[in-house]
């Protein structure tokens, strides 16, 4: 069973910057996916960023240029550099692990901005 514990959210103000942490643990898979969502109020969850095993990456339309995940395979921890955010960036932000065709998500990290 694989368990995901994210830190890092808060409130900050339009422009500044957070630094969202996944740590992993439970899971020794060498292949997997690791991404990022989020979830704002009356919507639906969306995927904000995803980083294979192998380092690749893709971004959501909407924080490409602002933000940056990374990964450190040896501490099985994920992390997500959002800067000059936005109100719209308002949300909770859900870590989520995949591998072996099966998906785990962390209990989720509440990132307010201010405006």
Known sequence: QVQLVESG?????????LRLSCAASGG???????SWYRQAPG???ELVAVITSGGSTNYADSVKGRCTISRDNAKNTVYLQ????????TA???CRYEAELRAYWGQGTQV???S
């Open 112 to 114: 307010t901005v201010s």
């Open 9 to 17: 959210g808060g409130l900050v103000q339009e422009g500044g910057s």
């Open 92 to 94: 909770v932000y859900y």
């Open 82 to 89: 959002m800067n000059s955010l936005k109100s719209e960036d």
């Open 28 to 34: 020794a898979f060498r292949r997997n996916i690791m």
């Open 43 to 45: 919507k639906q969850r």
